[in-house]
């Protein structure tokens, strides 16, 4: 089978591979499965069992030759696991590895990764053909390089033959194999547990700074209402604190109810004096909510880039049938005047500080500026937070399309307590080029 080089999965490799400066390109060679038959689907794929047809065909790999020296004599580098037979070691960042497989029955699935890692790490899985899926998978810290974990992964499955991906986003990670399993068969639990609870789904949304008019605000409060589920909360970046009660009243005037609202701004270049902003600013991020706020407070990330010398992080407590819910909004750094993903690490190392001090469930969300395998880390926003588009995000997770690459930079997180448990995620495309984001919208059971 060849790739179709337009197929969003081979675009997210590419995209993938670029931020990892290292450059895939689309070959020509033919794709068999190793067993010369597609690997049936339900059913365990082993790591080792990757298709034939070479580097940048069936595998990428960095280095040349077997490291490991075992199973197969390509550049993979495998080793005996002690979880059992093989697994493929020495990952870097940018490396895949394709199998071709055969769906039985289209469905929900399950998808239980093997792997080990002694850092925590970010992976993507994706199906070409009838599925068409591409998702972040979020590896833990599991204690070692052969201390064996289960990481599951919900997915709905197209039937027929194609080709299961796995991508290492950052190395880090030994991977053993794959068990997939139709969903509700029994054989594992996909996460997060379902509980009973009080829905609530939110959604938010870098509405691009460069229109301040009343229009421009209020069309971007009418799109987020067309969102289904209708968000009872929404977070904004690129906001104009002149626009704050014109946000408000077109959320009213669309949905009937009342809504509460807080708003903080980043501080502009040269007026962070080393321990406060001296001037108020236009720009900011906002919270609004159709749920009470009991209180709310900020914060501001002193680590300028080119727009900003301070970014601020906003925390409303809103209250979701008697239970406290914290929801929190940022919008990190970004462009090429300092070094933005130091700015971004020590913002977020100050987000998860600053968060320590209030009651969960916390709900986090923004702009972050870059993608999983830079945000998904914990250097990032691990261990403390979970980002619920690994968890339970459906579709293409790409939120921004400035021209090239297009990038999942929009986050929806929840705290590692679990108290605000994500059952659905997606990125809403009905708001077309009003930004060049997409909303997040994510629905969440408040237990
Ligand atoms: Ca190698
Ligand atoms: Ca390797």
């Known amino acids: 089978m060849r790739r179709n080089v337009f197929s969003p999965m081979f675009f997210a490799l590419a995209v993938a591979a670029a931020a990892a400066t290292i450059t895939t390109t689309p070959a020509a060679a033919t794709l068999t499965p190793y067993s010369g038959t597609p690997a049936a689907i339900p059913g365990t794929i082993k790591s080792e069992t990757f298709d034939n047809g070479g580097e940048g065909v069936a595998y990428h790999d960095t280095s040349s030759g077997n490291n490991g020296g075992k199973a197969r004599s390509t550049d993979v580098d495998i080793e005996s696991s002690a979880d059992g037979g093989y697994d493929i070691g020495w990952t870097t960042p940018g490396e895949w590895l394709n199998y071709t497989v055969k769906v039985a029955t289209s469905g929900a699935y399950s998808l239980a990764l093997r792997v080990a890692s002694p850092t925590g790490a970010t992976m993507h899985v994706g199906f070409n053909g009838s599925t068409d899926v591409w998702k972040t998978v979020s590896i833990p810290n599991t204690g070692g390089w052969q201390k064996w974990a289960t990481v599951t992964v919900p997915l709905t499955l197209g039937a027929g033959i194609q080709q299961l991906t796995i991508l290492f986003d950052n190395g880090a990670v030994n991977y053993n194999r794959t068990i997939v399993s139709q969903s509700g ?52 970046q690129e906001a104009w604190s002149s626009m704050f009660s014109t946000y408000i009243s077109e959320l009213e005037s669309q949905t009937g109810k009342t809504w509460y609202g807080v708003f903080a701004t980043h501080c502009a270049p040269g007026d962070w004096n080393g321990s406060k902003c001296t001037t108020a600013w236009s720009q900011g991020v906002g919270i609004f909510s159709t749920h009470p706020i009991l209180n709310s407070s900020s914060t501001l990330f002193p680590y300028a880039d080119c727009w900003t010398s301070a970014r601020a992080a906003l925390r409303a407590a809103i209250s979701v049938n008697g239970r406290t819910v914290q929801v929190m909004t940022t919008h990190l750094q970004t462009g090429s005047c300092t070094d933005v993903a130091t700015a971004r690490y020590n913002s977020m190392s100050k987000l998860k500080s600053w968060a320590s001090n209030y009651s969960k469930p916390q709900i986090v969300a923004g702009d972050f500026n870059a993608d999983p395998n830079q945000i998904d880390t914990t250097a990032g926003m691990l261990p403390a937070f979970r980002d619920t588009w690994s968890m339970v995000g459906s579709g293409s997770g790409f939120s921004a399309f400035v021209s090239t690459p297009t990038m999942k930079i929009d986050y929806w997180f929840t705290d590692a307590g679990l108290g605000a448990v994500p059952v659905s995620s997606q990125v809403y495309r009905g708001s077309g080029s009003r930004s060049d984001h997409y909303p997040v919208q994510t629905t969440f059971v408040i237990k």
């Open 185 to 236: 068969s029994g054989t594992v639990t996909p996460p997060p547990p379902t509980t009973s609870g009080t829905t609530l789904s939110v959604a938010t949304w870098n509405i691009k700074i460069n229109d301040s008019s009343s229009t421009h605000a209020r069309v971007a409060m009418d799109t987020l209402m067309a969102i289904g589920p209708r968000p009872d909360v929404v977070v904004i």
